[in-house]
Nanobody, 126 residues
Framework: QVQLVESGGGSVQSGGSLRLSCTVS????????MAWFHQVPGKEREGVAS???????SYADSVKGRFAIFQDNAKNTLYLQMNSLKPEDTAMYYCAVDRDRGTYGRSYCRGAYDYWGQGTQVTVSS
């Protein structure tokens, strides 16, 4: 059973930075699609950034140029580097993974994720 544990959330002032981590254990797949989502109470969970097994990344427009998603395969850890944080970035952040259904050089991430972490809170004050 794949398990995800996030860490690194906290409270920062506007303009500050945080790095979120997501450690993956129990994985039996050779290739993964991985992503970060955030959710504000009363609203739907939204995608923030994603990365596939070939290293291709994508970002929500609201975080482009400020956030970076990357992974350390040796540590089985996914990261989200968040810079120039804004109050509107305040949310619970979740990491998610799914099996990459493509092949080497041709990743295929279906956009849905089977495994989720418990979340880590990020609060940005003005």
């Amino acid at each position: 059973q794949v398990q995800l544990v996030e860490s690194g959330g906290g409270s920062v002032q506007s303009g500050g930075s945080l790095r979120l981590s997501c450690t993956v254990s129990g994985n039996r797949y050779s290739r993964l699609c991985m992503a970060w989502f955030h959710q504000v109470p009363g609203k739907e969970r939204e995608g923030v950034a994603s990365i596939d097994s070939d290293g291709n990344t994508s970002y929500a427009d609201s975080v482009k140029g400020r956030f970076a998603i990357f992974q350390d395969n040796a540590k089985n850890t996914l990261y989200l580097q968040m810079n120039s944080l804004k109050p509107e970035d305040t949310a619970m952040y979740y990491c998610a993974v799914d099996r990459d259904r493509g092949t080497y050089g041709r990743s295929y991430c279906r956009g849905a994720y089977d495994y989720w972490g418990q979340g880590t809170q990020v609060t940005v004050s003005s």
